[in-house]
């Protein structure tokens, strides 16, 4: 059985929008805090080998992106990665090796991580993001925690789900005050 790990940069008040739109207007808000050896604790978090778990607008994103980023332990890992998209134009998925979750997103999660195979990668994707933790389907999250507050944005944790729980693995910190903080999914959360 696949485990589904999901990565998020984020700041201190809970936002991981990065893309232009909506009134945004911090889309570079990460870059600088990066560092070589952040860089080098991100790629390690993701493992290797893995495969990536998608919404169609990140995937959409990266696809302008990743294939013409260079080659480095982050553009290679990604670009190899068979990308599972959840989308109703799977016939426009042009980034790969990739494939579409189907009509029914849950029931092809479900499958998927029911097979043999690299861990799950979910990256951005908010929407793909509250629905995996709502339906208890996330084993393992990976928060790169930005000592920023951006006040509005794309905010990681749904308003609409319910409570979860979630168990503390590990903590690791960059020289630029980032943490990149592991958590075991627990399920909901015990009144």
Do not use: C
């Not at 999901?6 to 700041?11: A, C, G, P, T």
């Not at 097979?115 to 994707?125: K, Q, R």
């Amino acid at each position: 059985m696949r485990k589904i790990r999901i990565l998020e940069h984020i700041s201190l008040d809970g936002v991981i929008q990065h893309e232009d739109g909506d009134g945004f207007a911090h889309a570079n808000w990460t870059a600088p805090y990066r560092t070589p050896a952040g860089l080098a604790a991100v790629v390690e978090a993701q493992g290797s080998p893995f495969d990536l778990l998608l919404g169609r607008r990140t995937y959409d994103i990266w696809a302008s992106f990743w294939p013409q980023a260079g080659n480095s332990p982050m553009a290679s890992g990604l670009n190899a990665a068979t990308k599972y998209v959840a989308t109703h134009r799977p016939e426009s998925l042009n980034w790969g090796p990739v494939q579409s979750l189907g009509a029914d997103i849950l029931a092809g999660i479900r499958d998927l991580k029911a097979t043999e195979g690299p861990a799950l990668i979910v990256w951005g994707s908010s929407t793909l993001t509250s629905l995996l933790l709502e339906q208890g389907l996330v084993d393992e999250v990976v928060l790169l925690v930005y000592p920023v507050l951006l006040g509005r944005g794309k905010r990681f944790f749904s308003d609409q789900g319910d409570p979860r729980e979630l168990a503390f693995v590990s903590m690791k910190e960059t020289s630029t005050g980032v943490l990149i903080n592991t958590y075991r999914y627990v399920g909901a959360l015990q009144p």
